[in-house]
Nanobody, 123 residues
Framework: QVQLVESGGGSVQPGGSLRLSCEAS?????MGWFRQAPGREREGVAF????????LYDDSVKGRFTISRDNDGNTLTLQMNSLKPEDTAMYYC???????????????????WGQGTQVTVSS
């Protein structure tokens, strides 16, 4: 069993930046971030496989968000820049036992989940 503990998040004005982190108690294959706004389905934001490789991003965050993972594979980070009101959501760290080959990930593929951290972008 792998536990995921998130930190970061908060409130920021449009155009601002936030950084999310996720510490895993064990090593998994693919890790990433999902988000869920009120009344909407949970959607994938960004993913990265152990050992590096090309990060995978949803089109809505490309060029603004950067996902990274440390060499041990246990720490995941999401740097969010140029934040927009539509980025407001609960953000969840997630880990899968298998490799992610593209950015079109569904929640059901991920075995382990963090508790979620709120990101609010508002003026």
């Amino acid at each position: 069993q792998v536990q995921l503990v998130e930190s970061g998040g908060g409130s920021v004005q449009p155009g601002g930046s936030l950084r999310l982190s996720c510490e895993a108690s064990g090593v998994t294959s693919c890790m990433g971030w999902f988000r869920q706004a009120p009344g909407r389905e949970r959607e994938g934001v960004a993913f990265i496989n152990i050992g590096g490789g090309k990060p995978l991003y949803d089109d809505s965050v490309k060029g603004r968000f950067t996902i990274s993972r440390d060499n041990d594979g246990n720490t995941l980070t999401l740097q969010m820049n140029s934040l927009k009101p539509e980025d407001t959501a609960m953000y969840y760290c997630a880990a899968a036992r298998t490799t992610c080959y593209n950015e079109f990930q569904i929640p059901g593929r991920f075995t382990y989940w963090g508790q979620g951290t709120q990101v609010t972008v508002s003026s």
